[in-house]
């Protein structure tokens, strides 16, 4: 809950003052969430709702971070679905062969984060009249 109410304060001063300090509310609100979450989410015996709470956050904090043109919120974002689906592949699968599926996943993220950076003035940029 505050990590929540730290994110929400960061982006109502976000570009208020000359320099953003916006950015160590973030960062104090993403360690919140993961300091409220990781308990819930992450012990052997946790309860399923956690663990799709706690990816329902990973989400839209990696979706956040596409508005706010923020690289933190999309690294905070990947690594929380990766330590998720880590332990997942651990608890659920226990093979090797799905740790080298998750791999694979991982850099086709980094593929498609690389291609979005890559083009992402072209995306976002205003359509030119005739």
């Not at 309860?47 to 799709?52: C, H, I, L, Q, R």
């Not at 990973?58 to 690294?75: E, G, Y």
């Not at 990766?82 to 791999?103: I, Q, T």
């Amino acid at each position: 809950m505050v990590g929540a109410a730290l994110l929400a304060a960061g982006v109502a001063v976000r570009d208020r003052t000359e320099r953003d300090y916006s950015l160590w509310l973030y960062v104090a609100g993403l360690a919140g969430l993961a300091v409220g979450l990781v308990p819930k989410a992450f012990p052997s015996a946790a309860a399923a709702g956690w663990g799709g709470l706690w990816m329902a956050v990973a989400l839209a904090v990696l979706a956040l971070s596409i508005p706010l043109q923020q690289r933190l919120f999309a690294a905070a974002g990947l690594a929380a679905v990766f330590a998720y689906l880590g332990k997942l592949v651990f608890d659920v699968f226990e093979s090797a062969n799905a740790a080298l599926a998750l791999v694979v996943l991982g850099l086709l993220v980094l593929g498609v984060g690389m291609l979005y950076q890559r083009f992402s003035e072209r995306l976002f940029a205003p359509p030119q009249s005739r």
